[in-house]
């Protein structure tokens, strides 16, 4: 099954757009209104497919930890709460995409140690990847311990224990 598949199957009721008329610099926008109760995702369709694959993984996020208007989490108009909120979804969207099982996946079938071929396996950018492994050393300091291994984070290393 593929990535894509495999996080939408979480969300079966959630639709799903591409648009190829993105505004630019908006890659994907989770909406919620009374006329789509389960949620509609739109994702910019002139991305390649492992960059639609995280943008799908954090809409989702969304769907299941955000409400309301939360467009204000930089800039002028900064909220606090949208800032959260962001966060919430994003860190959600890693777990869905990216969780600590698969990692040692990819350590057990012999695509750890290249990057390229971990994100290959994973069916993500490399941008996404960095961004997640930054985040899960915010969430954990430089090591955690999971499932019999101690997966580093810096330097990236898994061994099992």
Known sequence: ?????????????????????????????????????????????????????GILAEELGHHATSYGDITHYK?????????????????YGVKLIMPLERLIECYKSGHWGDMYAICLHLEIDRTYFKDAIEDYKKQFGAYVKYDGYLIEFEPLNIEEV
């Open 1 to 53: 099954m593929q990535t894509k598949e495999r996080l939408l199957s979480y969300f079966p009721k959630v639709e799903i757009d591409v648009d190829y008329d993105m505004p630019k610099g908006l890659t994907g926008l989770y909406e919620r209104d009374t006329e789509i109760p389960h949620g509609n995702i739109v994702i910019d369709g002139r991305l390649n497919y492992y960059l639609q694959n």
């Open 75 to 91: 800039g002028k108009r900064f909220n606090l709460d949208s800032a959260r909120q962001e966060v919430r979804a994003r860190r």
